[in-house]
């Protein structure tokens, strides 16, 4: 079935820090892929998508590339600020509007 | 602005209770919104489908029963957690994606913290 595989966390990181937090994808059609973010006591707030092969989706520094041959969507920044800290959670949308979510990735920047 | 707003942010109450959860979309109308649940440190499983004048798509092992979905116009959905046990307390997060609009993605509430004591 549909599902998306996201690396597991915590992860921890130093402020200036390069991040990437790998998420691979199930899918039986074509889907649109997304990163949400989601900070403390908070819902969730699209951070970027890409709807096709090939798209780059970029947002506050983050960036995520659709990978067909690979089936990845894997988030990456080239220097995380404290303010980065919040749980990232990438998704997966096929025809219609359900999501599949990966499992989240808790991410700490610390000073 | 926030397009979905949700409502309560946050309950807490005695077991046994019942609690109605609302999810308003702002500037759109929208025939279908979702419901979903997150565990602490777990992601956001798909409770179930509210579709606006029909009954509710529930995900499996979700007791349709216990969790209430009425979709009774295009901009409001709620969610009756019925009878809730401290087992029910969770995160429940709705969303609405604006039909008009391709490849719109889903707009989230801010999420209801529900804590049954």
């Known amino acids: 079935g549909d599902s998306v595989t996201q690396m597991e966390g915590p992860v921890t990181l130093s402020e200036e820090a390069f991040l990437t937090i790998n998420c691979t994808y199930t899918?039986?059609?074509?889907?649109?892929l997304f990163w949400y973010v989601q900070y403390p006591g908070e819902g969730l707030q699209l951070l970027l998508k890409?709807?096709?092969?090939?798209d780059k989706g970029s947002n506050k520094g983050f960036e995520a590339t659709y990978r067909k041959e690979t089936t990845s969507f894997h988030l990456e920044k080239g220097s995380v600020q404290v303010s980065d800290s919040a749980v990232y959670f990438c998704?997966?949308?096929?025809?219609?509007?359900?999501?599949?979510f990966g499992t989240g990735t808790s991410l700490t920047v610390i000073p | 602005g926030a397009v979905v707003s949700q409502h309560p942010s946050r309950v807490i109450c005695k077991s046994g209770t019942s609690v109605k959860i609302e999810c308003r979309s702002l500037?759109?109308?929208?025939?279908?919104m979702f419901w979903y649940r997150q565990f602490p440190k777990q992601s956001l499983m798909l409770m179930a489908t509210?579709?606006?004048?029909?009954?509710?798509?529930?995900e499996q092992g979700v007791e349709k029963d216990k969790f209430l979905i009425n979709h009774a116009s295009l901009t409001l959905s709620t969610l009756t957690v019925t009878s809730a046990h401290p087992e029910d307390s969770s995160f429940y997060i709705c969303?609405?994606?604006?039909?008009?609009?391709?490849?719109?993605?889903?707009?989230f509430g801010d999420g209801t913290r529900l804590s049954i004591l």
């Open positions: 969303s609405a994606g604006d039909p008009t609009v391709s490849n719109q993605p889903q707009h």
């Open positions: 899918a039986t059609g074509y889907p649109s």
């Open positions: 890409a709807t096709k092969a090939d």
């Open positions: 998704a997966l949308k096929l025809t219609g509007n359900q999501f599949y």
């Open positions: 500037d759109f109308q929208a025939t279908t």
């Open positions: 509210s579709n606006e004048g029909s009954k509710a798509t529930y």
